[in-house]
Nanobody, 123 residues
Framework: QVQIVESGGGLVQAGGSLRLSCTAS????????WGWFRQAPGKEREGVSC????????YASDPAKGRFTISIDKSKNIVYLQMNNLKPDDTAMYYCAAERTVCWGSPSRVDYWGQGTQVTVSS
C-alpha cells in the first residue's frame, strides 16, 4: 500500500520560511515525479512545483518562482519544498504528490497523494 506523508507545516509570520518534507513507502521512489500542490479554503487545488528524479525541476508556479524551491534528497528519498519570504496568500494545505510519467501539474493526473500539511502565514 502506498503511503505518502508530509511534514513541516505550521504557523509563520509573513516574510518567514518553512521547509516541507515528504516521504513515501510502498512504491519505487525514483519511478515517480514528485510535486507539491496546495489548496486554500474555497479555492481549487493548484500545482506549486514538481521535479523528476533525473529530469530536475519541471515546473514552478508563478507564486513559487523566486521564493519556493523543490528538491529531492536521493540518499534519503525525501522530497523538500523550501519556502522563503512567505506571504499570507501562501496560506493553504500543502500536498505532496507522486506522478508516474511526467509532471502534469494537474491534480487529476496525480497517481498518489499525501494527507497534506497546513501552512498558515500571518500578516
Amino acid at each position: 500500500q502506498v503511503q505518502i506523508v508530509e511534514s513541516g507545516g505550521g504557523l509563520v509570520q509573513a516574510g518567514g520560511s518553512l521547509r516541507l518534507s515528504c516521504t513515501a513507502s510502498g512504491l519505487v521512489f525514483n519511478d515517480y515525479h514528485w510535486g507539491w500542490f496546495r489548496q486554500a479554503p474555497g479555492k481549487e487545488r493548484e500545482g506549486v512545483s514538481c521535479m523528476g528524479w533525473n529530469s530536475g525541476i519541471e515546473y514552478a508556479s508563478d507564486p513559487a518562482k523566486g521564493r519556493f524551491t523543490i528538491s529531492i534528497d536521493k540518499s534519503k528519498n525525501i522530497v523538500y519544498l523550501q519556502m522563503n519570504n512567505l506571504k499570507p496568500d501562501d496560506t493553504a494545505m500543502y500536498y505532496c504528490a507522486a506522478e508516474r510519467t511526467v509532471c502534469w501539474g494537474s491534480p487529476s493526473r496525480v497517481d498518489y497523494w499525501g494527507q497534506g500539511t497546513q501552512v498558515t502565514v500571518s500578516s
